[in-house]
């Protein structure tokens, strides 16, 4: 069944005397259970189609159906109630507070749902200790690695069970080795029943999706599995 449903969307931006288009009927459908890669190379549309995605900005025209809701034309208000209920976001720079403990951090998510503390603080450990960093819940994110601090960025995204995790080039502040494990806690997930979109330039992070699709001058176009050996960006 399709989580996402997205069928020619259009999106442009105005500059001066200029039209740049960054999306070119760009459709996609995503399934419960997928993990599909998004990759393209810088300016190719990918930050504009991760932005709409996520429910943080509209598209000019085309249909955006996410878990039966039609979600391109509504307010922001309504985006952001949907984007809370159905997306969890892993970004490149971790984007943890500075000044929370790794649970605290994990736990936000649930406080703008009005989980009550104890059981907020239940479901972060769960969480922190399916992505193996529950021993490290009292750290601040400065006591952690980069990969730690992935991995607990990664626990914030799960915690309220979202039907679709997006992560935008997860591994793009990581080290080749940690890049790995990282991307080895996002296959696990996945084979738990997560879904997943990854963003990435990286054709190697890339492949470790079980589907992968390009993006170009703000077209999308599927990569045949056949194909993957012989892509170059
Ligand atoms: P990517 O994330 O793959 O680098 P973007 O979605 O950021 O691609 O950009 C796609 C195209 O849209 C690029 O040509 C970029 O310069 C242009 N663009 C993106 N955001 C804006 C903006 N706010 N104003 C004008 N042009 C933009
Ligand atoms: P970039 O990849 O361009 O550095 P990010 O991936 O950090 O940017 O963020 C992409 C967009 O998502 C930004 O507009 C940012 O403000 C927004 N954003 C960041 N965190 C959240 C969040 N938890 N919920 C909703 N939107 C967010």
Do not use: W
Request: hydrophobic fraction near 35%.
């Amino acid at each position: 069944e399709a989580i996402i449903h997205m069928r020619d969307l259009i999106k442009q931006y105005q500059m001066g005397d200029t039209t740049v288009t960054a999306l070119d009927h760009a459709s996609i459908t995503v399934k419960k259970g997928d993990f599909v890669s998004i990759v393209g190379p810088s300016g190719s549309g990918k930050s504009t189609l991760m932005n709409i995605i996520g429910c943080l900005d509209h598209p000019d025209s085309g249909e955006y159906i996410l878990e039966g809701q039609t979600v391109d034309k509504m307010k922001d208000y309504q985006l952001a109630t949907i984007r809370n209920e159905n997306i969890g976001f892993i970004f490149q720079n971790f984007n943890l507070l500075s000044r929370l403990t790794a649970v605290e951090n994990v736990e936000l998510p649930l406080i703008y749902r009005g989980t009550k503390a104890k059981e907020r603080r239940e479901m972060a450990m769960e969480s922190l200790k399916k992505v193996g960093i529950a021993d490290r819940a009292g750290h601040l994110p400065h006591q952690l690695s980069g990969g730690q601090q992935q991995r607990v960025a990664i626990a914030r995204a799960l915690v309220g069970e979202p039907p679709i995790l997006l992560a935008d080039e997860p591994t793009g502040a990581l080290d080749s080795q940690t890049s790995k494990e990282i991307m080895e806690v996002l296959s696990q997930l996945n084979q738990q029943g997560h879904t997943i979109i990854l963003i990435t330039h990286d054709p190697e992070v890339a492949k470790m999706g079980k589907r992968m699709v390009r993006i170009s001058d703000g077209k999308l176009s599927e990569v045949g599995m056949n194909e993957h050996e012989y892509l170059h960006i």
